[in-house]
């Protein structure tokens, strides 16, 4: 129904910056809220940004706060992450969920979305 591709990922120098795009496509009209998660080499998957479609309010993980910033583009069914201030830690695969009828609110977790994009790597040198 939703299909979520995830793009702008790359190598980049501690300190740097990069910008992440997720692009929705199919029944996307019914997206009420997009997040996304990171995931390293033998670490669980976590919760890093989310936004809530229709009002824009934000929540990030307090490993990011201050440093990423989530948005998104209704024109162009995208959300972005961009990530300022980059450390070697924030390396990982980064992906991105939505979730259209959710029933209760718990956004990081992984469980709480139903779509989710194949993942773009981020790799951050020292």
């Known amino acids: 129904q939703v299909q979520l591709v995830e793009s702008g990922g790359g190598l980049v120098q501690a300190g740097g910056s990069l910008r992440l795009s997720c692009a929705a496509s199919g029944r996307t009209f019914s997206t009420y809220y997009m997040g996304w998660f990171r995931q390293a080499p033998g670490k669980e998957r976590e919760f890093v940004a989310g936004i809530m479609w229709s009002t824009e309010s934000t929540d990030y993980a307090g490993s990011v706060k201050g440093r990423f910033t989530i948005s998104r583009d209704n024109a162009k069914s995208t959300v972005y992450l961009q990530m300022n201030s980059l450390k070697p830690e924030d390396t990982a695969v980064y992906y991105c969920?939505?979730?259209?009828?959710?029933?209760?609110?718990?956004?990081?977790?992984?469980?709480?979305?139903?779509?989710w994009g194949q993942g773009t790597q981020v790799t951050v040198s020292s």
């Open positions: 969920a939505a979730v259209s009828r959710p029933k209760v609110l718990n956004v990081s977790r992984a469980d709480f979305y139903d779509y």
